[in-house]
């Protein structure tokens, strides 16, 4: 009896310890949240190299098993011999012919991006008096029967006009050394992110070619750890997450490649103005679900403004009309559905992962939602099915509720609601009361 009575008081001793130490640490969070922020920031900048090698090993590996799948077929066809020092060649090729691929790829990006776009800025800033003419006089002409309304407008466009000379020459040049100095720092900050993303190559060629043995050893521990059931059930939903992650993703990035080729196609055929710069932009924010069109046409329809401001109107139509195709006939057949969540959860799921996390938000948020959505959904039919409840949502439509005592549906009825018969909820203690009170009759 005292023994048992010591295990119940060393118990409660170990409570109060993790009670109070529990107090301290958030006590410590509430109010020291800019050393822990600090603190935070450097554990992620000595982690960047990894998590960068994570993140490209994690995208990469599709193309990695595609070139490896059919290289091993043209090896059989060929009747050698597969030997495991054969197949780890193979390997080592297809993940060093992926990553040439990728910087190959942004080397050609950047090859015919750049020129484009110092030419665009050069252009702008050479002709931009033209430009504003180009806009004054289209404007006369639509307002030519209304001479009051051209008056305020042209007002209006020179009088900031005048107020953007007045920035340029008295706030950027005199601060032109500050200007010198935020660019040197910004370059150095560019050069770490550059060798980040240098170690983090080096490090996913690393994870790709052996990634079966990682996720041997991942497996192993949670087997050691865990129950074997539990290991199972966490396995199955990693799994999950990497299905939905990956399907995502996959798919954003190939629509937003097509729909950039097909606004390139469309640009010159109506012969606009920047028109590889402004396809780059749209395929770019198309990443954004929803979002992502109105992001990119928007800037792209101001670049052709100030050159023409009646191609910047065919532009406008034809961004909607592709885009109305992309969300009704292309993406539904590429993403297939993948993420299986209604508009109004998507536009939810962007907003929020925008406002908490940025871009970096906006472009995870539709599979991060989608996950949780499934977390949600499997708990709540697990409960229904623990209370003996139908868990299809057709039995829960046009009911006004269901009968407590036998579950039977109510049909939605307009009438007065008592206000006596509100917010009566019975605490658990008085359910199991009433239960017991049951079970002794």
Same mark, same amino acid.
């Not at 050479?126 to 009051?148: A, G, H, Q």
């Not at 996720?215 to 396995?235: D, H, P, S, V």
């Not at 009646?310 to 992309?326: E, N, P, R, S």
């Given at each position: 009896?005292?023994?048992?009575?010591?295990?119940?008081?060393?118990?409660?001793?170990?409570? %109060?310890?993790?009670?109070?130490?529990?107090?301290?640490?958030?006590?410590?969070?509430?109010?020291?949240?800019?050393?822990?922020?600090?603190?935070?920031?450097?554990?992620?900048?000595? @982690?960047?190299?990894?998590?960068?090698?994570? &993140?490209?090993?994690?995208? !990469?590996?599709? %193309?990695?098993?595609?070139?490896?799948?059919?290289?091993?077929?043209?090896?059989?066809? !060929?009747?050698?011999?597969?030997?495991?020092?054969?197949?780890?060649?193979?390997?080592?090729? *297809? &993940?060093?012919?992926?990553?040439?691929?990728?910087?190959?790829?942004?080397?050609?990006?950047?090859?015919?991006?750049?020129?484009?776009?110092?030419?665009?800025?050069?252009?702008?800033?050479?002709?931009?008096? +033209?430009?504003?003419?180009?806009? $004054?006089?289209?404007?006369?002409?639509?307002? $030519?029967?209304?001479?009051?309304?051209?008056?305020?407008?042209?007002? !209006?466009?020179?009088?900031?006009?005048?107020?953007?000379?007045?920035?340029?020459?008295?706030?950027? =040049?005199?601060?032109?050394?500050?200007?010198?100095?935020?660019?040197?720092?910004?370059?150095?900050?560019?050069?770490?992110?550059?060798?980040?993303? &240098?170690?983090?190559?080096?490090?996913? %060629?690393?994870?790709?070619?052996?990634?079966?043995?990682?996720?041997?050893?991942?497996? $192993?521990?949670?087997?050691?750890? @865990?129950?074997?059931?539990?290991?199972?059930?966490?396995?199955?939903? +990693?799994?999950? &997450?990497?299905?939905?992650?990956?399907?995502?993703?996959?798919?954003?990035?190939?629509?937003?490649?097509?729909?950039?080729?097909? *606004?390139?196609?469309?640009?010159?055929?109506?012969?606009?103005?920047?028109?590889?710069?402004?396809?780059?932009?749209?395929?770019?924010?198309?990443?954004? /679900?929803?979002?992502?069109?109105?992001?990119?046409?928007?800037?792209?329809? =101001?670049?052709?403004?100030?050159?023409?401001?009646?191609?910047?109107?065919?532009?406008?139509?034809?961004?909607?009309? =592709?885009?109305?195709?992309?969300?009704?006939?292309?993406? /539904?057949?590429?993403?297939?559905?993948?993420?299986?969540?209604?508009?109004?959860?998507? +536009?939810?799921?962007?907003?929020?992962?925008?406002?908490?996390?940025?871009?970096?938000?906006?472009?995870?948020?539709?599979?991060? *939602?989608?996950?949780? *959505?499934?977390?949600?959904?499997?708990?709540?039919?697990?409960? =229904?099915?623990?209370?003996?409840?139908?868990?299809?949502?057709?039995?829960?439509?046009?009911?006004?509720?269901?009968?407590?005592?036998?579950?039977?549906?109510?049909?939605?009825?307009? $009438?007065?609601?008592?206000?006596?018969? +509100?917010?009566?909820?019975?605490?658990?203690?008085?359910?199991?009361?009433?239960?017991?009170?049951?079970?002794?009759?």
């Amino acid at each position: 009896m005292n023994l048992n009575k010591f295990r119940q008081q060393i118990r409660w001793g170990i409570t %109060i310890f993790f009670v109070i130490a529990a107090s301290l640490i958030f006590y410590f969070v509430l109010f020291h949240m800019d050393i822990l922020r600090h603190g935070i920031s450097k554990i992620l900048t000595v @982690f960047l190299p990894l998590i960068y090698g994570a &993140v490209i090993a994690y995208l !990469f590996n599709p %193309i990695v098993k595609f070139f490896e799948k059919y290289t091993l077929k043209l090896i059989k066809k !060929f009747r050698f011999a597969l030997t495991d020092r054969k197949k780890k060649i193979t390997r080592l090729i *297809c &993940v060093l012919f992926t990553i040439f691929l990728f910087l190959l790829a942004i080397y050609a990006l950047l090859a015919m991006l750049v020129p484009e776009l110092l030419g665009s800025i050069r252009s702008i800033i050479e002709n931009f008096p +033209v430009y504003m003419s180009n806009i $004054k006089e289209w404007l006369s002409r639509i307002l $030519k029967n209304n001479p009051d309304l051209e008056s305020s407008a042209n007002e !209006f466009i020179d009088k900031y006009l005048n107020k953007a000379w007045e920035w340029v020459s008295s706030g950027i =040049l005199p601060r032109i050394n500050d200007l010198i100095k935020g660019f040197s720092i910004g370059l150095m900050g560019f050069v770490s992110f550059l060798m980040n993303i &240098v170690l983090g190559i080096i490090i996913s %060629i690393y994870i790709l070619y052996s990634r079966e043995s990682l996720i041997a050893n991942a497996k $192993k521990a949670l087997y050691a750890l @865990f129950k074997t059931e539990t290991a199972t059930q966490f396995i199955k939903d +990693v799994q999950y &997450v990497n299905h939905t992650f990956g399907g995502y993703i996959t798919g954003m990035i190939l629509d937003s490649v097509n729909i950039g080729i097909m *606004c390139y196609i469309g640009a010159l055929f109506l012969n606009l103005p920047y028109a590889l710069l402004i396809s780059v932009i749209v395929a770019v924010t198309n990443v954004i /679900p929803f979002f992502g069109p109105y992001l990119g046409g928007v800037p792209s329809a =101001l670049l052709i403004l100030l050159v023409d401001p009646l191609k910047a109107l065919y532009f406008v139509l034809f961004i909607f009309l =592709l885009q109305q195709l992309d969300g009704n006939v292309i993406a /539904p057949r590429i993403l297939g559905g993948s993420t299986g969540l209604t508009g109004f959860m998507v +536009v939810v799921s962007i907003t929020i992962g925008g406002g908490l996390f940025g871009i970096p938000g906006m472009l995870i948020g539709v599979p991060v *939602c989608a996950v949780f *959505c499934t977390i949600i959904k499997n708990y709540i039919e697990g409960r =229904l099915k623990e209370k003996s409840l139908p868990t299809d949502r057709e039995f829960y439509k046009d009911i006004d509720h269901l009968n407590s005592k036998n579950n039977q549906r109510i049909l939605y009825s307009d $009438k007065d609601i008592n206000p006596e018969e +509100v917010f009566r909820y019975k605490s658990r203690r008085d359910r199991e009361k009433k239960d017991g009170a049951k079970s002794i009759k």
